[in-house]
């Protein structure tokens, strides 16, 4: 098993408890994304670089991930992508998506484009906040208490 990561638009503070449960239970992390990252020096934790663009980052998670691996990320569709290839879906702030709750997830994302593309400003996703932070690294946990 291998956790991936959508790391675009990971905030670092998830990264870092990233780092540490790679260290910790010697999983490889990937982060995935489409400038230079800075990652600790370790056997487990690596980085790809992919091309600007939209979806590349995600389409090379799922062109390379495998069936049981993690996918963080915030991104509903590679989160569904991730499910359907046999994988797991997590979210930065400690939502696991599943096959039962994904289909509503993407209803309501693409609800909330079209919104948005009539001009109604539907807002961003609040800061995340040291609860959120906690709920990650609680679900990660467990994740890892499960499969490792």
């Known amino acids: 098993m291998q956790i991936w990561v959508d790391a675009d638009a990971c905030p ?3 990264k870092e408890i990233l780092f540490r449960a790679a260290e910790r239970v010697q999983i490889p992390v990937i982060l995935v994304a489409n400038k230079p990252l800075r ?3 370790s056997r487990y934790i690596s ?3 992919v091309d600007a663009g939209f979806d590349v980052a995600d389409n090379t998670i ?3 991930m495998e069936g049981g691996d993690l996918v963080i990320t915030a991104d509903i569709p590679l989160a569904s992508a991730a499910i359907g ?3 797991h879906a997590l979210n930065p702030r ?4 599943s096959r039962e709750n994904i289909e509503e997830r993407l209803s309501m ?3 909330m484009d ?3 593309e009539t001009g109604v400003n539907t807002g961003g996703p609040a800061s995340l906040n040291p609860k959120d932070r906690q709920a990650f690294a609680n679900q990660l946990d467990r994740f890892l208490t499960r499969h490792c």
């Open 62 to 64: 799922v062109r390379k």
């Open 109 to 111: 994302r693409n609800f």
């Open 47 to 49: 980085s790809i670089r």
């Open 12 to 14: 670092n503070v998830i």
């Open 94 to 97: 400690g939502e696991f998506y």
């Open 39 to 41: 990652t600790p020096p």
């Open 114 to 116: 079209e919104l948005r």
């Open 85 to 87: 290839q046999g994988g």
